[in-house]
């Protein structure tokens, strides 16, 4: 709950943030000479976006593997990426290459395409689609180099940047546009990574499913994990109740149902030696009657 009370923080600050961008906007049409792309050429190459990281992160890994002989031999083989995870572990230059993955997926992995849909498979658990990504990359080593490209458009930002200032005379004015510009940016750069942030709480409530998906799995209810996606909440809403020989209003088993918001009929007398493993109960909490089902 704290998570997402902290995320709410951050949700509302990004609305109020964003709202510098239009009036950036409207600075760079009234006093500048502007035609028209301004404003979104000044918010070019920031940096420090989590998603816009991970297209580079994944450059440069390809990048290090095409400098490793080595690696770059292994690469356009047809091996999976569990076959080849054992090759690289094989010797330094590979296991350096691992670390670096193993870096990529911690940060970037709960990315995939579609990533708001919840049974869409995430990038930590399609490792052949980042390999397939890796190895295309370093066909093109040489060729092309979004590294240095997104640091060119952060160079053309900051000329930008300083030609806008020397255009605003009125000193004045140059405070507002820089207030805004800082404001603009930093708006730009956290709606990415708030956006990110949401996908990481998806991602682990996708784990969560999947576990329970698993274990319905096992017991033939589903025939296989991935078909909890398609239930709606209300039907995969557990395992839950609160019965208790003993207890109060103010007892322990009482708050924790209140918190968790199942019910709970405490102070039952033999309840819990009437009531056999395995078998299943109704409870009512309002009315403090239990029955078992079967």
């Given at each position: ?7 709410l923080d951050r949700v509302l600050y990004l609305f109020s943030i964003l709202s510098a961008y239009p009036v950036l906007e409207w600075i760079c049409t009234k006093w500048l000479p502007d035609d028209g792309s301004c ?102 080593i040489g060729k092309i180099d979004p590294v240095g490209n997104h640091a060119e458009r952060a160079k053309q930002r900051r000329q930008l940047e300083q030609k806008c200032r020397r255009q605003l005379r009125n000193p ?123």
């Amino acid at each position: 709950m704290a998570q997402f009370t902290g995320l709410l923080d951050r949700v509302l600050y990004l609305f109020s943030i964003l709202s510098a961008y239009p009036v950036l906007e409207w600075i760079c049409t009234k006093w500048l000479p502007d035609d028209g792309s301004c404003a979104s050429q000044l918010l070019a190459g920031v940096g420090d976006m989590v998603d816009a990281d991970a297209g580079l992160d994944l450059w440069r890994m390809a990048a290090a593997a095409d400098n490793s002989d080595k690696i770059r031999a292994l690469m356009p083989s047809d091996d999976d990426w569990d076959t080849l995870e054992g090759k690289l572990s094989q010797f330094n230059q590979g296991r350096d290459f691992l670390e670096s993955w193993r870096r990529f997926m911690h940060n970037h992995g709960h990315h995939c395409r579609g990533e708001i849909e919840l049974y869409n498979h995430r990038w930590f658990e399609t490792p052949d689609y980042i390999l397939k990504l890796v190895r295309g990359y370093m066909s093109q080593i040489g060729k092309i180099d979004p590294v240095g490209n997104h640091a060119e458009r952060a160079k053309q930002r900051r000329q930008l940047e300083q030609k806008c200032r020397r255009q605003l005379r009125n000193p004045v004015k140059r405070l507002i546009f820089n207030r805004f510009l800082v404001h603009s940016q930093q708006g730009w750069v956290f709606r990415e990574n708030v956006k990110s942030e949401v996908v990481k709480l998806l991602t682990a409530m996708r784990k969560m499913l999947l576990e329970l998906g698993s274990k319905l799995a096992d017991k033939e209810v589903f025939a296989k994990p991935d078909d909890i996606f398609f239930l709606r909440l209300d039907e995969i809403e557990p395992a839950a109740a609160i019965v208790m020989d003993e207890g109060g209003m103010i007892s322990h088993g009482s708050i924790i149902a209140r918190e968790y918001g199942i019910p709970a009929v405490v102070n039952a007398g033999d309840a819990t030696r009437i009531i056999k493993t395995g078998q299943k109960i109704r409870v009512d909490g309002d009315r403090g009657i239990v029955t078992i089902i079967k």
